[in-house]
Protein backbone atom coordinates (compact mmCIF):
# COMPACT_ATOMS: atom_id res chain seq x y z
CA UNK A 1 0.00 0.00 0.00
CA UNK A 2 1.03 3.14 -1.48
CA UNK A 3 1.27 6.56 1.13
CA UNK A 4 -1.70 8.04 -0.41
CA UNK A 5 -3.43 4.58 0.03
CA UNK A 6 -2.65 4.69 3.81
CA UNK A 7 -3.48 8.51 4.31
CA UNK A 8 -7.15 7.72 2.71
CA UNK A 9 -7.37 4.67 4.48
CA UNK A 10 -6.17 6.43 8.06
CA UNK A 11 -9.07 9.29 7.24
CA UNK A 12 -11.84 6.27 6.16
CA UNK A 13 -11.04 5.20 9.72
CA UNK A 14 -11.11 8.52 11.76
CA UNK A 15 -14.65 9.58 9.83
CA UNK A 16 -16.09 6.33 10.75
CA UNK A 17 -15.41 6.49 14.40
CA UNK A 18 -16.80 9.84 14.48
CA UNK A 19 -20.12 8.84 13.27
CA UNK A 20 -19.46 6.47 15.52
CA UNK A 21 -19.32 8.34 18.90
CA UNK A 22 -22.31 10.31 18.03
CA UNK A 23 -25.56 9.95 20.44
CA UNK A 24 -29.09 11.11 19.67
CA UNK A 25 -31.49 11.78 22.04
CA UNK A 26 -35.27 13.38 22.16
CA UNK A 27 -35.49 15.54 25.69
CA UNK A 28 -39.21 16.12 26.44
CA UNK A 29 -40.02 18.55 29.97
CA UNK A 30 -42.89 19.78 30.95
CA UNK A 31 -43.14 22.29 33.45
CA UNK A 32 -46.42 24.61 35.33
CA UNK A 33 -46.68 27.94 33.10
CA UNK A 34 -46.67 29.56 36.41
CA UNK A 35 -43.61 28.44 37.91
CA UNK A 36 -41.71 28.60 34.67
CA UNK A 37 -42.38 32.03 33.58
CA UNK A 38 -42.02 32.79 37.33
CA UNK A 39 -38.15 31.26 37.27
CA UNK A 40 -37.27 32.30 33.50
CA UNK A 41 -38.46 35.10 30.93
CA UNK A 42 -38.78 32.65 28.12
CA UNK A 43 -37.64 29.79 26.63
CA UNK A 44 -34.84 30.59 24.91
CA UNK A 45 -33.96 32.29 28.43
CA UNK A 46 -34.29 28.29 29.95
CA UNK A 47 -32.11 27.06 26.59
CA UNK A 48 -29.08 29.89 27.79
CA UNK A 49 -28.77 28.85 30.86
CA UNK A 50 -29.16 25.32 30.45
CA UNK A 51 -26.54 25.78 28.13
CA UNK A 52 -24.08 28.66 28.68
CA UNK A 53 -24.49 29.64 32.62
CA UNK A 54 -21.84 29.66 34.71
CA UNK A 55 -23.80 28.27 37.55
CA UNK A 56 -24.14 24.62 37.93
CA UNK A 57 -24.30 21.47 40.27
CA UNK A 58 -22.66 21.44 43.71
CA UNK A 59 -19.26 20.02 43.45
CA UNK A 60 -19.91 19.63 39.06
CA UNK A 61 -18.64 21.90 36.65
CA UNK A 62 -20.58 24.94 35.56
CA UNK A 63 -23.13 24.77 32.74
CA UNK A 64 -21.56 25.55 29.85
CA UNK A 65 -18.32 23.66 30.32
CA UNK A 66 -20.85 20.76 30.79
CA UNK A 67 -23.01 21.76 27.62
CA UNK A 68 -19.32 22.11 25.85
CA UNK A 69 -18.43 18.97 26.54
CA UNK A 70 -21.67 17.10 25.19
CA UNK A 71 -20.91 19.47 22.28
CA UNK A 72 -24.69 19.10 20.75
CA UNK A 73 -26.65 20.09 17.73
CA UNK A 74 -29.88 19.95 17.00
CA UNK A 75 -32.93 21.79 18.11
CA UNK A 76 -35.70 22.48 20.41
CA UNK A 77 -39.66 23.69 20.36
CA UNK A 78 -42.19 24.63 22.97
CA UNK A 79 -45.44 24.21 23.09
CA UNK A 80 -47.62 26.61 25.54
CA UNK A 81 -51.01 26.61 26.81
CA UNK A 82 -52.17 28.24 29.97
CA UNK A 83 -51.86 25.07 32.45
CA UNK A 84 -48.34 23.64 31.16
CA UNK A 85 -45.16 24.22 28.79
CA UNK A 86 -43.64 21.32 27.23
CA UNK A 87 -40.55 21.94 26.01
CA UNK A 88 -38.64 19.51 23.62
CA UNK A 89 -35.11 18.66 22.79
CA UNK A 90 -33.84 16.92 19.78
CA UNK A 91 -29.82 16.91 19.71
CA UNK A 92 -26.87 14.67 18.58
CA UNK A 93 -24.23 14.97 21.33
CA UNK A 94 -20.63 13.68 20.83
CA UNK A 95 -20.33 12.70 24.89
CA UNK A 96 -22.87 10.17 26.37
CA UNK A 97 -25.45 12.13 28.00
CA UNK A 98 -25.71 11.70 31.50
CA UNK A 99 -29.69 11.39 32.04
CA UNK A 100 -29.73 11.92 36.27
CA UNK A 101 -27.40 15.40 35.55
CA UNK A 102 -29.32 16.80 32.31
CA UNK A 103 -32.63 16.34 35.02
CA UNK A 104 -31.23 17.58 38.03
CA UNK A 105 -29.36 20.88 35.98
CA UNK A 106 -32.70 21.49 34.30
CA UNK A 107 -34.83 21.26 38.02
CA UNK A 108 -32.01 23.97 39.13
CA UNK A 109 -32.84 26.56 36.32
CA UNK A 110 -36.64 25.52 36.57
CA UNK A 111 -38.64 22.54 38.60
CA UNK A 112 -40.65 20.58 36.17
CA UNK A 113 -43.65 18.51 36.53
CA UNK A 114 -42.43 15.90 34.71
CA UNK A 115 -39.29 14.70 31.84
CA UNK A 116 -38.27 11.99 29.62
CA UNK A 117 -35.53 11.33 27.44
CA UNK A 118 -34.92 9.07 25.19
CA UNK A 119 -32.35 7.61 22.72
CA UNK A 120 -32.98 8.06 18.94
CA UNK A 121 -31.73 5.94 15.95
CA UNK A 122 -29.47 8.28 13.48
CA UNK A 123 -31.97 7.54 10.72
CA UNK A 124 -34.83 8.61 12.99
CA UNK A 125 -32.78 11.64 13.82
CA UNK A 126 -32.09 12.41 10.53
CA UNK A 127 -35.53 12.22 9.21
CA UNK A 128 -37.20 14.29 12.29
CA UNK A 129 -33.99 16.80 11.13
CA UNK A 130 -34.90 17.06 7.84
CA UNK A 131 -38.56 17.40 8.47
CA UNK A 132 -38.00 20.18 10.59
CA UNK A 133 -36.36 22.13 8.40
CA UNK A 134 -38.10 21.33 5.59
CA UNK A 135 -41.77 22.13 6.95
CA UNK A 136 -41.75 23.23 10.43
CA UNK A 137 -39.89 25.70 10.20
CA UNK A 138 -41.78 27.46 7.58
CA UNK A 139 -45.04 27.46 10.28
CA UNK A 140 -43.29 27.25 13.46
CA UNK A 141 -40.81 29.91 14.49
CA UNK A 142 -40.85 28.30 18.25
CA UNK A 143 -38.32 26.12 17.05
CA UNK A 144 -34.82 27.24 17.49
CA UNK A 145 -31.48 25.17 16.26
CA UNK A 146 -28.20 24.96 18.13
CA UNK A 147 -24.62 23.63 17.63
CA UNK A 148 -23.65 22.58 14.14
CA UNK A 149 -27.20 22.62 12.92
CA UNK A 150 -27.88 25.77 10.60
CA UNK A 151 -31.26 27.15 9.55
CA UNK A 152 -30.42 27.29 5.94
CA UNK A 153 -27.76 24.38 5.22
CA UNK A 154 -29.08 21.26 3.50
CA UNK A 155 -28.70 17.66 4.61
CA UNK A 156 -26.15 15.42 3.20
CA UNK A 157 -28.98 12.75 2.09
Given at each position: ?????????????????????????V???????????????????????????????V?????????????P??????????????L???????????????????????????I??G??E??????????E???????????????????N?????
Amino acid sequence: MNKLQQKIKSLLREIKEQKENRYWYVATITFSTETFYRRVNSVSEFYKRLSNSKTGLVGQSSNREWWSKLSPSGFYDFTPNKDIIVLSFVMETKAKLNEIEFKARAKKIVPYLEISIGTKEQKEYEFELAFEREYYQQYEPKTEVFGDIKRNTELPF
